[in-house]
């Protein structure tokens, strides 16, 4: 094995690219006979001569000269290539999807998608409130993030992805309220006190002219939130994927509806144009999101 360094074979191509030693050691910053030295341990331990000695005239290479700099020179291209690969690979992107698209949509998929694109790694965060999500969006502490909001709330660049059904949930055992005045008498099941979605609930609740008198409990867990509905505690504002995926027995009805939420598709602008376009294909055809809907919404 040959013992030459890194080093040895930047100087034998800075001499070639320069055709004489005293140019090389210039830019180099470093002495001509350095420069020589390193010439000559290289040569000796390559056991052949890289230059023809002509005193006063510039540098020659000679056969085995000249078939050393076209592989030095295709090794320094490699090497360039892994060195922008892994600093392509620096760190994973940080998702969010929410557990329920994450196990059911995404994770099927995502085989094809590293094979497709191995350079792009995915880090998915687990299940967090729609106020934290906000929060570590704005601290550019998530690179991607699928979310559900109402229209009014559109995160600024993201993406429409989808819409969801919302209103007001209650248990069959819950009578029907025929008035906003009625609705806004029974006992509320909402999400933290001082939270965004609780305040964005009940913005869109006032809009329809309803303005819940009772709270029954403040609660930061969906799966929580469904089942008191589902036992009659109260009535519930949220979305019909959430109530669909934790009320399996079908027990809560729509008592009354409001506009739909929006499934929006968040990517920060720090990630790469395409790496954005890959993540963007990937969520989109995974989620079955119509073709004409993202080239209408990203133009």
């Not at 390193?38 to 078939?67: D, K, N, W």
């Not at 964005?200 to 089942?227: C, D, I, N, W």
């Not at 790496?275 to 993202?294: C, H, K, Q, Y």
Request: contains cysteine; charged residues 25%.
């Amino acid at each position: 094995m040959y013992a030459f360094t890194f080093r040895q074979i930047q100087v034998f191509l800075e001499i070639c690219n320069d055709g004489n030693f005293s140019g090389a050691a210039g830019r180099l910053d470093v002495s001509q006979p350095a420069i020589s030295n390193v010439i000559r341990s290289l040569e000796s331990q390559l056991g052949v001569e890289l230059f023809e000695r002509r005193r006063g005239a510039s540098c020659v290479l000679t056969r085995e000269g000249m078939a050393f700099r076209d592989c030095s020179q295709q090794f320094v291209m490699q090497c360039d290539n892994i060195s922008r690969s892994a600093n392509k690979r620096v760190r994973p992107l940080r998702v969010f999807v929410g557990a329920h698209l994450l196990e059911d949509f995404l994770r099927p998929d995502l085989p094809e998608f590293y094979e497709a694109h191995p350079l792009v790694q995915m880090n998915f965060l687990p299940d967090k409130n729609r106020d934290r999500i906000a929060q570590d969006i704005a601290a550019d502490k998530i690179d991607v993030a699928v979310i559900t909001v109402p229209p009014d709330e559109r995160p600024q660049g993201s993406l429409l992805i989808g819409t969801v059904s919302a209103g007001v949930y209650a248990a069959r055992s819950i009578r029907d309220s025929t008035s906003a005045r009625e609705l806004a008498a029974l006992p509320f099941i909402l999400p933290a006190a001082d939270g965004a979605l609780t305040a964005s609930m009940l913005r869109q609740l006032s809009l329809h002219g309803v303005r819940p008198t009772k709270v029954a409990g403040y609660f930061p867990y969906h799966e929580l939130r469904v089942r008191l509905a589902c036992r009659g505690r109260g009535v519930l504002f949220d979305v019909q994927s959430v109530v669909d995926k934790h009320d399996t027995r079908g027990v809560l009805r729509l008592m009354f509806p409001t506009e739909p939420w929006e499934r929006r598709l968040f990517i920060s602008p720090r990630v790469d144009r395409s790496t954005a376009a890959a993540v963007t294909s990937f969520i989109t055809e995974s989620l079955g999101v119509p073709e004409e809907l993202v080239a209408d919404n990203a133009s």
